[in-house]
């Protein structure tokens, strides 16, 4: 099959780079996490525990911040409720509502998480070098907010904001 003409470089395909990362770190995370006992969640997990939070948070914001559709967050939530991750509570802001909050060993899970990943960046940081790396995360985050940008008006449609 011909690659045709015009047809972007992958080295510079900013989606093929932005997907290698994310599978490259989520790699390393989780098989470093199963290393450490927890060895029952899987990545698809991530979209819930990336943002929990030790108060707890509503599956509605968890959707938003990982832009996974309720339906999706819900089954993860369920799962991770089955495993002892996470717990359903009534938010005290709104009786009605829930919130999601880890249990003891989700809250093990978050702090083996947040020193994995802090370990992986400090070793890009020093391979690059502190100020590059910075400048790095820093246009880094700058494009993912401009994507999601784009994407919402995409989805939603030129002045449907």
Do not use: N, W
Not at 14 to 32: D, T
Not at 41 to 67: C, E, F, M
Not at 79 to 86: D, K, P, S
């Amino acid at each position: 099959m011909s690659d045709g003409p015009g047809r972007r470089d992958e080295a510079t395909d900013i989606g093929v780079l932005a997907g290698r990362l994310l599978f490259s770190v989520q790699g390393e995370l989780y098989a470093r996490l199963r290393r450490a006992g927890f060895d029952d969640i899987a990545p698809r997990h991530g979209a819930v525990l990336a943002h929990l939070q030790v108060d707890g948070i509503r599956a509605t914001d968890l959707a938003r911040l990982s832009g996974q559709h309720k339906q999706v967050i819900g089954k993860s939530v369920d799962e991770l409720e089955e495993l002892g991750y996470v717990e359903r509570r009534p938010d005290p802001a709104d009786r009605r509502a829930k919130l999601v909050g880890p249990t003891a060993r989700g809250r093990d899970q978050m702090r083996t998480a947040d020193a994995i990943m802090t370990e992986i960046a400090d070793r890009h940081r020093q391979a690059l070098g502190a100020q590059a790396y910075d400048r790095f995360m820093a246009d880094l985050g700058a494009v993912v907010d401009r994507q999601r940008a784009a994407l919402r008006e995409t989805v939603a449609g030129p002045g449907q904001d």
